[in-house]
T-cell receptor
């Protein structure tokens, strides 16, 4: 069965520092990978996705992620953290593009230290 | 606001009571999904509709749960004889079908309906 593991339920970084949120997946077939962000009292919002093609994908708000098949990873990064990045981030996987029955990770809460 | 709308946003009920949540998707989206999110967990898939047809149900959706989308527009999720374990955030999402020109693979989520069972 497909699964997603997010390492670190809480991550704290200083403002201006690199953000790295880790996501690993388990799959026997090529996955489609997503990162969603959830701000307090708001719905989940898509940050970026990988379906096919270029393995380095860029998303909104300066985030990007790289699909590494050999490592079964899809880590999310941002070069310089901003206070507004404080939120919960979810990695998700689908194995059937066109049927978005997503399997989500448990989430990583990102705190930005002023 | 043309986003996904969920009502009520919060519901507190006593064990054994029935509750119903409503979801209004983005109007041109023919796919509608229900997820459940408990504290410290990511969203878990419950069921999804394409138009009025319910195409898949998770094993998480016990016989006390029923979801409908009678006219292919809004959807309701009813929980009968609520239990304390049903306390969670119930999320609704919508998307266009893959054949639609606007399809991107993205799910558009509502803000959720939080259920507390006492």
């Amino acid at each position: 069965a497909q699964s997603v593991t997010q390492l670190g339920s809480h991550v704290s970084v200083s403002e201006g520092a690199l953000v790295l949120l880790r996501c690993n997946y388990s799959s026997s077939v090529p996955p489609y990978l997503f990162w969603y962000v959830q701000y307090p009292n708001q719905g989940l919002q898509l940050l970026l996705k990988y379906t096919t093609g270029a393995t380095l994908v860029k998303g909104i708000n300066g985030f990007e992620a790289e699909f590494k098949k050999s490592e079964t990873s899809f880590h999310l990064t941002k070069p310089s953290a901003h206070m507004s990045d404080a939120a919960e981030y979810f990695c998700a996987v689908s194995f059937n593009f066109g049927n978005e029955k997503l399997t989500f990770g448990t989430g990583t809460r990102l705190t930005i230290i002023p | 606001d043309t986003g996904v709308s969920q009502n009520p946003r919060h519901k507190i009920t006593k064990r054994g009571q029935n509750v119903t949540f409503r979801c209004d998707p983005i109007s041109e989206h023919n796919r509608l999904y229900w997820y459940r999110q408990t504290l410290g967990q990511g969203p878990e898939f419950l069921t999804y509709f394409q138009n009025e047809a319910q195409l898949e149900k998770s094993r998480l959706l016990s016989d006390r749960f029923s979801a409908e989308r009678p006219k292919g527009s809004f959807s309701t999720l009813e929980i009968q004889r609520t239990e304390q374990g049903d306390s969670a955030m119930y999320l609704c999402a919508s998307s266009p079908s893959r054949l639609a020109g606007a399809y991107t693979g993205e799910l558009f989520f509502g803000e959720g309906s939080r259920l507390t069972v006492l």
